[in-house]
């Protein structure tokens, strides 16, 4: 996990980083077998547009106040998506700096309830497109290493792929 530097303050907010609250946050890496189904049908994993960075990820956010991290990424994720799922094991915790400090995300494997649903974002400003990639994409169009990071922690965990 990164660790804040003690040391730099944010322009605008003048506050030491090392004096920044936790910003606490969940996600998911949904899955489902691509077309086809069936043991031979590659996986496919659910990646989201964030217009306002211009990058692809997996869906997460942060959490509500007083919110659990489970319920805050299966919200999450019907926000980002559009779907509902269902939790699977845990798969991994990250942590990194942002603008406006330290941020942990906590991640789930997850699988649509109904896996042949269109999967839409609730606000397009927010999310602006959301598709189904095949697993081997997956890892060249995220945006962020810590996210392919989860990737390969679902690799082993779920699909028993080790690097």
Not at 103 to 122: F, G, I, Q, S, Y
Not at 125 to 137: H, L, N, P, Y
């Amino acid at each position: 996990m990164s660790r804040v530097g003690a040391v730099g303050r944010d322009a605008e907010r003048g506050v030491p980083r090392a004096e920044r609250p936790l910003i606490r946050a969940a996600g998911g890496v949904v899955w489902r077998q691509g077309a086809g189904g069936g043991p031979d049908a590659e996986v496919e994993v659910l990646l989201v547009h964030r217009p306002r960075y211009d990058d692809w990820s997996l869906p997460k956010g942060k959490l509500e106040s007083g919110e659990k991290h489970k319920a805050a990424a299966l919200r999450e994720v019907l926000e980002e998506t559009g779907l509902r799922c269902e939790l699977g094991p845990k798969l991994a915790q990250v942590g990194y700096d942002t603008a406006l400090g330290p941020k942990r995300v906590k991640w789930w494997a997850m699988t649509p309830l109904d896996p042949d649903a269109t999967p839409e974002a609730d606000d397009p400003d927010e999310v602006s497109e959301v598709r189904w990639v095949r697993f081997a994409e997956a890892w060249t169009m995220l945006s962020y290493g810590t996210e392919r990071e989860v990737l390969a922690a679902f690799a082993d965990r779920v699909l028993d792929i080790a690097d």
